[in-house]
């Protein structure tokens, strides 16, 4: 575990249209729901963990984690989620996670944080793309991160690239970035690890 007290954010906010609004964090892989995977991945590398989601409530509370919905409402994107984990959070630097990414590394916090003195936010590069949604970022951004949204933004790299934060590079490791959007792709990794 991280010496730097760190929350995770599992972000399970969005509307999963790209598996036909079936919530995307519950679908199961191997028999326990993609979020599962994610916080199992996580959870040895932080100190406090919170779900952000917008529907199926009851099932996240399920896992025993504090569930928080977006404080601004109206499905505004990643930055949405990550501003109501941020002003509940009770330490400074925070951890946000997709809820359907399961192959995390277990150096993701290690690697992220080394670029904590220099910058407020450090997220993955996997060599060929950005992971935006994956990231370590200060607290302190909460209020800016209002603004933008308020402002009628919702890049979130856009944001990122605003206050100067960090790529992180993970080219040594791209497949653990791996994640499920559709029905498909469930189907297929679900296939595949079982062989
Ligand atoms: N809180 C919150 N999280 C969101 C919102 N939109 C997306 N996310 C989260 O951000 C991460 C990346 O989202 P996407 O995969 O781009 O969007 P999605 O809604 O989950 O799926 P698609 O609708 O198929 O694009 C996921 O973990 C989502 O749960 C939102 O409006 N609010």
């Keep these: 575990m991280s010496l730097m007290p760190i ?24 028999g326990n729901p993609l979020y599962y995977h994610v916080i199992n991945k996580i959870k040895p590398q ?3 963990i919170v779900i952000n989601c917008n529907q199926d409530i009851e099932q996240y509370q399920k896992s025993g984690y504090p569930v928080i ?3 601004l409402i109206g ?14 959070s009770s330490t400074d630097w925070n951890l946000v996670v ?38 370590l970022i200060h607290r302190q951004l909460a209020p800016m ?5 308020l402002q009628g933004k919702r890049k ?20 653990v970035f791996i994640n499920i959007n559709t029905l498909e792709q469930l189907a297929y990794w679900n296939q ?3 062989k």
Excluded: W
């Design 145 to 149: 991160i209002k603004h933008y949204l």
């Design 75 to 88: 499905f505004l994107g990643p930055l949405a989620g990550i501003f109501s984990g941020l002003i509940t």
């Design 98 to 135: 997709s809820c359907d990414t399961p192959f995390l590394p277990d150096d993701l916090v290690k690697r992220l944080q080394a670029h904590c003195d220099t910058h407020l936010a450090a997220y993955v590069f996997d060599g060929e793309k950005s992971h935006p949604t994956l990231m």
């Design 46 to 48: 932080v100190n406090h």
């Design 192 to 194: 595949k690890q079982c």
């Design 69 to 71: 919905v977006d404080e």
């Design 7 to 30: 929350t995770a954010i599992i972000l399970a906010g969005g509307q999963s249209s790209r598996m036909n609004r079936q919530n995307k964090g519950l679908q199961l892989l191997h």
């Design 156 to 175: 979130l790299l856009g944001f990122l690239q605003q206050i100067d934060a960090i790529q992180v590079d993970f080219s040594d490791k791209p497949d």
